[in-house]
């Protein structure tokens, strides 16, 4: 079973930046089974996809942090990385990394749904002041 562990979070400024980092361990298979995603969940809210990378490194972005985020994939220390840049008050949640494994081969496509994923962190929280 994947172990996923989030840090990074805090409380920033609009326009400030922050990095989230996604330590995972536990793999039983090759680590490029595996897809990671980032979701958030705002008080009172859904949790929303944010971004996810599959272990060929192609990307997907919400249309909301599209050009302010970045997913980032370090597949040697297995750690998966969030940069947040031009950060908003509607950034403000809990950020959420996830974890998706392949039936069969290289995990290179991944969906934005929560039931796509079957692991998660425990979350860190991410405040944006105006």
């Known amino acids: 079973q994947v172990q996923l562990v989030e840090s990074g979070g805090g409380s920033v400024r609009a326009g400030e930046s922050l990095v989230l980092s996604c330590a995972a361990s536990?793999?039983?298979?090759?680590?490029?089974?595996?897809?990671a995603g980032w979701f958030r969940q705002a008080p009172g809210k859904e949790r929303e996809f944010v971004a996810a990378?599959?272990?060929?490194?192609?990307?997907t972005y919400s249309d909301s942090v599209k050009g302010r985020f970045t997913v980032l994939q370090d597949n040697a220390k297995d750690i998966t990385y969030l940069r947040m840049n031009m950060l908003n008050s509607e950034d403000s949640a809990i950020y959420y990394c996830a974890s998706k494994t392949s039936d069969f081969g290289a995990c290179a496509n991944v969906g934005t749904s929560p039931r796509d994923f079957s692991a998660w962190g425990q979350g860190t929280q991410v405040t944006v002041s105006t």
């Open positions: 536990g793999y039983t298979f090759s680590r490029y089974r595996y897809c």
């Open positions: 990378i599959t272990a060929t490194g192609t990307s």
